[in-house]
């Protein structure tokens, strides 16, 4: 597997995201290749970590409309994208999601 954060700067409340993180939510939903998605924010920093089934559907997700609307969003500023190799098997030990069919 392969782990994907994806951040981005807003001062933009939570509220007055809503509508546009739960459209975001929606069509994550069909991403392939995409374990899960978690939400994060802390202060002025918005963003997701992902965990893909492989780094070449991480790659697919971020070369795609979706990933860059992300980005393209007027209230988020100085988006960023970090990779990280996924350690499966402690990972699998502590509950990591195991994709479908696996």
């Known amino acids: 597997m392969h782990a994907v954060l994806i951040t981005g700067r807003t001062s ?3 509220a007055a995201l ?3 993180l739960a459209r975001q939510a929606e069509a994550s939903r069909g991403v392939p290749g995409l374990v899960m998605k978690t939400w994060l924010r802390d202060g002025d920093t918005l963003g ?3 965990l893909f ?3 070449e559907a991480a790659e697919e997700y971020l070369a795609s409309d979706l990933a860059a609307s992300f980005a393209a969003h007027p209230a988020l500023a100085a988006c960023a994208v970090r990779h990280f190799a996924v350690l499966d098997e ?3 030990a502590t509950g990591t999601p195991r994709p479908l069919g696996e």
């Open 53 to 55: 089934t492989t780094r």
């Open 12 to 14: 933009a409340s939570p």
């Open 18 to 20: 809503a509508e546009w």
């Open 90 to 92: 402690p990972s699998r």
């Open 48 to 50: 997701g970590f992902h």
